[in-house]
Nanobody, 121 residues
């Protein structure tokens, strides 16, 4: 069993900052890519940022220069530092990870339960 547990969402004013965390736990052998997606009401889920096991990262154009993704391999945790937040960043943010379980030969995709981020004055 593998779980992804997110934390750090909330209400923030435009221009403010939030830091999301996502910890993976359970029967884990190796974690490949970890990332964050978001889904606003009435819209499709979209990729925000992803970081590979080697540390390289990619971002959606809409968040480049404002958001930073990082990970702590020892803690199986991925972070999303969000600065200069805008109302259009309001969404449910989901953690995503590609994880190889102990004894498995392939990686499977896992999702967190989601955390709400609301940017409003």
């Amino acid at each position: 069993q593998v779980q992804l547990v997110e934390s750090g969402g909330g209400l923030v004013q435009p221009g403010g900052s939030l830091r999301l965390s996502c910890a993976a736990s359970g029967n884990i052998f190796r974690i490949h890519a970890m990332g964050w997606y978001r889904q606003a009401p009435g819209k499709l889920r979209e990729l925000v940022a992803v970081i590979l096991s080697g540390g390289s990262a990619n971002y959606a154009d809409s968040v480049k220069g404002r958001f930073t993704i990082s990970r702590d391999h020892a803690k199986n945790t991925v972070y999303l530092q969000m600065n200069s937040l805008k109302p259009e960043d309001t969404a449910v943010y989901y953690c995503n990870a590609h994880i190889v379980r102990n004894g498995a030969s392939a990686a499977y995709e896992y999702w967190g339960q989601g955390t709400q981020v609301t940017v409003s004055s």
